[in-house]
């Protein structure tokens, strides 16, 4: 016998869309509304529409909306505030939760990821996923770690994108452009001594290209501070060989903080 869905299930359907990766919801066939007749106002007494302001005015260029709500910030509490009223982003409908940062503002080095996935989504944290439980091992391994007081001995991590791609996919170039201004204000406001860039879209948002694998183990400069492109932690617990590449840059990262003391 069929049994009529609860609202109960509505819900627990659309969970399940969402986690699909649904971010709007559609018809099977496109309706053109234009079409249907009003049956609120009969034709002859139909005013003249008005167009809401937003409808007339030019577009808002995302990227400089971005650039002025980012400026705007002048705290770290500020910022996470201005990116959850930032709306140019769409990513923003399908993620459950922004993820901002973690770790110690204070800290001398900031890692800076790619974007949460479902862990992190659901969390609001970055790296908490077994990516996340990776880097801290790899981090421990020099002395580092997310929860310590001491800024030279703690990490503050914060991602490119802070809202969750559907089926994490990878930020298109338009994403991450809107994000290029909080990122740059995230750096000034947290101002680490070093960077940290793991993977190809922090490269390309930080550095402008990406490569990994050429990119990674060579200081250069992104947002004003010297920064290291590293292997994303995920890309090392599938090619477990990378680990040694990983830990000659953790090295690396260890003696340049020293040098700076
Ligand atoms: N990978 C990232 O780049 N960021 C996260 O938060 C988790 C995995």
Same mark, same amino acid.
Request: charged share 15%; with cysteine.
């Given at each position: 016998m069929e049994s009529t869905p609860t609202p109960h299930d509505d819900l627990a359907c659309l969970a399940w869309q969402i986690e699909l990766g649904a971010t709007e919801a559609i018809l099977d066939a496109p309706v053109n509304r234009y079409d249907l007749p009003d049956k609120t106002v009969q034709p002859t007494l139909r005013a003249a529409p008005v167009r809401p302001a937003a409808e007339t005015a030019t577009p808002t260029d995302p990227v400089s909306a971005a650039g002025t709500a980012a400026a705007g910030a002048t705290t770290l509490k500020a910022l996470q505030a201005a990116l959850a009223a930032?709306?140019?982003?769409?990513?923003r409908l399908g993620a459950r939760n922004l993820v901002f940062s973690d770790g110690n503002p204070a800290a001398r080095i900031m890692v800076i990821g790619e974007a949460p996935g479902r862990d992190e989504d659901l969390q *609001?944290?970055?790296?908490? *996923?077994r990516a996340g439980q990776l880097l801290d091992r790899m981090f421990a391994a020099i002395g580092l770690s997310r929860h310590a007081a001491r800024p030279e001995d703690a990490l503050y991590i914060g991602n490119i994108m802070p809202w969750r791609p559907p089926q994490n996919r990878d930020p298109s170039p338009e994403e991450i452009a809107m994000m290029r201004p909080f990122m740059a204000r995230h750096v000034a406001l947290a101002n680490p001594d070093l960077l940290v860039l793991m993977g190809n879209i922090s490269c390309e948002a930080g550095l402008g290209k990406r490569g990994i694998t050429r990119l990674r183990g060579t200081w250069s400069e992104a947002w004003g501070k010297p920064a290291l492109p590293m292997f994303y932690p995920a890309y090392l617990l599938r090619t477990p060989a990378a680990k040694r590449e990983a830990w000659a840059d953790l090295l690396a990262l260890k003696a340049r903080l020293r040098s700076l003391t």
């Open positions: 930032y709306p140019h982003c769409d990513l *609001g944290k970055p790296f908490v *996923g």
